[in-house]
């Protein structure tokens, strides 16, 4: 009997994933989100902009500005509120808890992290608790930056120390109410923490994180330190010491033991990390802010590598690309390049060779983007840091968010709001609320947004 | 018999019924082959998260136990389901991985007396004892104990549920009736003798390997209670 009941719960099983495992598609993506969080397939109520304070503007506070985006709400194209956090802390990433409920927007300067709720109330964001002892608790981690989820906890990459304030630094892991849990160091010549050097270069440094679950694979990329990010533009560019502290490396880890593996030699500031969708893709995509290059980082017969997979613009000009965003099919890659000011879209249909497809100006110095999961929409800002913006004065000093509409392969404008003439700040990185994540209705009577399960 | 056999076929019936509206879905690794070679257990550290809540609970008996009773100083592995729920990447998913871990662990006698599953309902009202049994029952002649429970009331539950930050909401039609279903995220605690939650799984990481593999760690002489002892060579 026993052997019968096995056999016929085999059966039913591989009946169920004969059934079950048909070909499954994705529908674009939030773009950066971690896999398996809750996504918003349809159009999102609002945009969250993480935004730096700027001197003579406003409260000149950092702050966390809520926009209205669904095109049924009778707000739509307009600042709803923002939360002010009490100074200014060079506001950079932010990035949402598992469950979505909470936001942690990370600072470079002073590395405090204002978590927000955003579930509670998803159009009026409340900040709900503030850690202030990062540096401590991590044992001396400096520039908090991205803060990805992971199951119940954040990984927050850093991007500096305070030793000697340059780049070697660490990834550093709390709870999701906010208690640190470990620091895991970025390999480095003097110790590579079990890691292999692939190349000529194991500098420590840190940037991005983000995570193949179903490969085991975290991947790390590498900027400079608080002594570079922290200084004005035109100093450093001048300084020719300063200029040669900046990362080269991508590191991929051991997702599950917390392990560096292999150091990749990926010469020239590597930023932001996106990574494939598809379930067979096992690849993702950086980009180079100095040599201007995009990278594939990828598994090849079980074993991880690197390469050049195409040239963002004319590098001798230093376009200087910033973000980045992979569409959910995999087939493109939006580039950001903040020195033209244009968004610059490449056919990633084959991986090993980037081709650019489409370019339009946003405007000057344009940073970050976020695009809708159905790729419909598509949200740019300005500024990338508070030292390095184009400082011609609050003024003359463009600071947008803009929204566009993506159609048939081409940007139709939708609405800007102006962040200097409405006394925000310097507009950064950009996050998706809606309604019904939490299972709640707009109250002014709006469509609710449309979520994948 | 006839309660074992509905126990084992109910995870594929609930499943397969519901297939065709997850078709933009990507079906969770714990369903299949884990698709990489995990990490050999202790040779890594299981980082120390906060001390696991306890509270009372009912178990299929109707017995009041608090959990730290039923934690008994074994490395228990807790989820939190209905019975109810239809999401092939959530409770069902967790109850196979369950299932697979009890069926691969009760072949060494040794390591499945240290380890103990708890399946805790956050649907009171419908999973009563009585709904329980029917798993329980299907799970009581193995060496690993899989204990299926549930709670007196929402009040009692709530606490719980904020401590493991469990978070449920209950869902409901465009005329505001109960639809039956109750989204959540799916969480796994992995919680040590000491009643230390040391790993924390969702859909994307839940594997029978790699679960197995943690609590194999834990108890791995190469390791303090899942803290790497001394640094391997390379």
Known sequence: MKKLISTLYGMLMSAFLAVALVPTQAFSDETCMS????????????????????VGVGDEQDKLVTIAVNPNSPHYGNVIGHVSVGGRNEAHHSGF??????????????SKIFIFDVHTNPNKPKLHKVITNFVKASGGIVGPHTTYALPGRMMISGLSN?????GRTALVEYTNDGTYVATYHMPHDENLYGATKTGQIADGYGYDVRALPRRNVMITSSFTGWNNYMMNLGKLMGDSDAMKRFGNTVVVWDLHSRKPKKVFDVPGAPLEIRCAWGSQNNYCFTTTALTSQIWLIYEKDGEWQTESVGTIGDPAKIPLPVDISIT?????????????????????SDPHNAKEVYTKVIGDQVNMLSQSWDGKRVYFTS?????????????????????YDYKDGELQFKFAIDFATEK?????????????????????????AELSK | MFKKILFICLLPLVASAQETIYDSFVLAPGWTKLSFIPPESGTYTLPTYPKATNGNVINHKSEVKSLYQLYDNKITLLNFMYTTCTDINGCPLATAVFHKIQQKVSKDPVLSKKIRLLSLSFDPKNDTPDVLKLYATGTDKQL?????????SPELLDPILRGYQ??????????????????????VFLIDQEKNVRNIYSVSFLHPDLLINDIKTLLDPKTKNGTVIARSAN
Do not use: C
Not at chain 1, 383 to 403: C, I, R, T, V
């Open chain 1, 35 to 54: 896999p398996y969080m809750a996504k918003i397939v349809g159009q999102e109520d609002y945009v969250y902009v993480w935004t730096l304070g700027q």
């Open chain 1, 97 to 110: 808890t598992d469950d979505r409920h909470y936001l942690w927007a990370a600072t470079l300067d002073t």
């Open chain 1, 162 to 166: 305070n030793q000697d304030f340059g």
């Open chain 1, 328 to 348: 959910a099919d995999d087939k493109h890659l939006w580039v950001n390049t903040w020195n033209d000011g244009m968004t610059r879209v490449f056919d990633i």
């Open chain 1, 383 to 403: 500024s990338l840091l508070a030292n390095w913006d184009k400082a011609d004065g609050p003024e003359k000093m463009p600071q947008f968010f803009k929204a």
């Open chain 1, 424 to 448: 925000l700040g310097m507009p950064h990185q950009m996050r998706f609320g809606a309604y019904s994540l939490y299972a709640k209705s707009p109250k002014d009577g709006a469509k609710v």
């Open chain 2, 144 to 152: 690993v104990d899989w204990q299926f429970l549930t709670s007196s």
């Open chain 2, 166 to 187: 469990q978070r449920i909401v209950k869902e409901y039609d465009e005329n505001g009736n109960y639809i039956g279903s109750i989204s959540h995220i799916l969480r």
